[in-house]
C-alpha cells in the first residue's frame, strides 16, 4: 500500500479483520449446488490455495473518454482496443511514436498515487534524450543586498488573505485584518484576495520597502506549499528568506471551522497573535552553499530498482545499485507469463 493516508487504512483494515493475501488469482467459478464461488489463486512462495466465499467485490471498470480519441488522433499515436494510448507490457510510458510519453488517465484507469509516479516516470524518459543539454540554460538568479535588521526595531507587516471564498467564506477577514492591526510591532494589516497570486507579491514586495518591514507574517493557506513562495518575496525585496511566518488559517481555521464562522475568526485572531509574537523572536539565518554530488544510490535490485538506475546512467549520473540477495531481478524470477502471451523472463535477460 501506498499513497496518502492509505498505510494508516490498511493497518486499520487488518486490526478490523480483514485478511490481505498477496496472491495472483487464476480462476474464479461458482458452485452449481451451494451458489458459492471457488478462488483458485497462487501466493508469493508458489503453492496454489482454493477458498470457497459468499461475495466478490471487483473494481468498477471505466471506459475511455471520448476525448482519448481526438487528442491521439492530434498527437499521432496509437490507442489500445480499450481506447486508452497503447503502450509497451515493459515500457509503459513509452508511446507508439517516439520521444511521446504518457502518464495518469490517459493510459488507463488509475489511482491518483500511480499517476503521480508514472508523471515522475515520464520526467525521468524525457530528462534521458535532454540529458546531452543538462544546464546549460541554467542562469542564477539575482537579488538585490541582504539588509541587515539585527539593530532595528521590530516592524512588523501582517498579510492576511481571502483566498477567495476559500477563507473569506467563513472566517470574518475584515475583522482579522484589524485587530491583527493592533498588535505590538506590527505598523501595517492588510488583506489581500490572493495573497499568492503575482500582484499580491509585487504588492508585499512594495510594502515591506516603503514601510521599512523587517518581519513579515502571512495569513494564508499551508506552509507546506506556500512557504518559499513568501520566502522568495521577501528576499526579492531585501530581507532574510527566514523572516517571514506562515500562519495557516485555511486549513486550521476556515476548512476545519467551516460551520462555526465565529470561531473560525477568533481562531484566526488567536494564531495571527502567536506567530506575531513569534516573528518578534525569529532572526535571519545564513544560507550554507553544499556542493551536489552528481551521482545516484539506487537501494533494491528488482524490475523497479534496475529501470531507476538505468534511468540514471542513461542521464549520464554515475551510479550504484544495491540489492542484499546475490542477484538482480527480484519477483521478476517469479513471473514466467503474462495475460498477453509475453515471457518475462526474456526481459530480464
Same mark, same amino acid.
Given at each position: 500500500m501506498h499513497g496518502k493516508?492509505?498505510?494508516?487504512?490498511?493497518?486499520? /483494515? $487488518? $486490526?478490523?479483520?480483514?485478511?490481505?493475501?498477496?496472491s495472483r488469482v487464476s480462476e474464479v467459478r461458482r458452485d452449481s449446488q451451494?451458489?458459492?464461488l471457488i478462488?483458485?489463486?497462487?501466493t508469493e512462495d508458489g503453492s496454489l490455495h482454493q477458498d470457497i466465499f459468499n461475495l466478490i467485490v471487483l473494481p468498477m471498470g471505466l471506459e475511455a473518454p471520448e476525448g482519448n480519441f481526438t487528442l491521439a488522433k492530434a498527437a499521432g499515436i496509437q490507442l489500445n482496443s480499450h481506447g486508452f494510448c497503447r503502450t509497451g507490457l515493459f515500457d509503459p510510458l513509452s508511446t507508439s511514436r517516439e520521444g511521446i510519453y504518457v502518464a495518469g488517465g490517459f493510459r488507463g484507469p488509475m489511482p491518483l498515487p500511480d499517476s503521480v509516479m508514472q508523471a515522475s516516470g515520464t520526467a525521468a524518459c524525457v530528462t534521458e534524450l535532454l540529458a546531452a543539454a543538462r544546464g546549460t540554460l541554467i542562469s542564477e538568479k539575482a537579488f538585490i543586498e541582504e539588509r541587515p535588521v539585527e539593530q532595528e526595531p521590530l516592524r512588523i507587516g501582517v498579510f492576511v488573505c481571502n483566498c477567495g471564498k476559500n477563507i473569506a467564506g467563513v472566517v470574518d477577514v475584515e475583522e482579522v485584518? $484589524?485587530? =491583527? /492591526?493592533?498588535?505590538p510591532d506590527v505598523v501595517i494589516s492588510t488583506d489581500n484576495l490572493y495573497s499568492c497570486s503575482e500582484d499580491t507579491q509585487a504588492l508585499i514586495k512594495e510594502t515591506i520597502v516603503n514601510e521599512r518591514l523587517n518581519r513579515v507574517v502571512v495569513a494564508a493557506c499551508t506552509p507546506r506549499t506556500h512557504e518559499p513562495l513568501? #520566502?522568495?518575496? +521577501?528576499?526579492?525585496?531585501?530581507?532574510?528568506?527566514?523572516?517571514?511566518?506562515?500562519?495557516? +488559517?485555511?486549513? #486550521?481555521?476556515?476548512?476545519?471551522? /467551516?460551520?462555526? $464562522?465565529?470561531?473560525?475568526t477568533q481562531k484566526s485572531k488567536d494564531l495571527i497573535r502567536m506567530a506575531v509574537a513569534k516573528a518578534g523572536l525569529i532572526q535571519p539565518l545564513d544560507e550554507p552553499v553544499i556542493d551536489v554530488?552528481?551521482?545516484?544510490?539506487?537501494?533494491?535490485?528488482?524490475? /523497479?530498482?534496475?529501470? =531507476? =538506475?538505468?534511468?540514471? =546512467?542513461? #542521464?549520464?549520473l554515475e551510479c550504484y545499485l544495491v540489492e542484499r540477495t546475490t542477484k538482480l531481478g527480484g519477483n521478476l524470477h517469479n513471473i514466467h507469463y503474462t495475460l498477453e502471451g509475453e515471457n518475462p523472463q526474456d526481459y530480464l535477460k
Open positions: 493516508g492509505l498505510e494508516s487504512f490498511y493497518e486499520r /483494515a $487488518k $486490526k478490523s479483520g480483514i485478511n490481505f493475501i498477496r451451494t451458489e458459492d478462488v483458485r489463486y497462487v485584518k $484589524k485587530y =491583527a /492591526a493592533t498588535l513568501f #520566502q522568495e518575496t +521577501i528576499r526579492e525585496a531585501g530581507l532574510n528568506r527566514c523572516l517571514v511566518e506562515m500562519v495557516n +488559517i485555511r486549513d #486550521q481555521c476556515s476548512w476545519v471551522h /467551516a460551520h462555526e $464562522k465565529e470561531e473560525a554530488v552528481p551521482r545516484g544510490l539506487v537501494i533494491g535490485g528488482g524490475l /523497479a530498482g534496475m529501470t =531507476a =538506475a538505468l534511468s540514471l =546512467a542513461e #542521464q549520464g
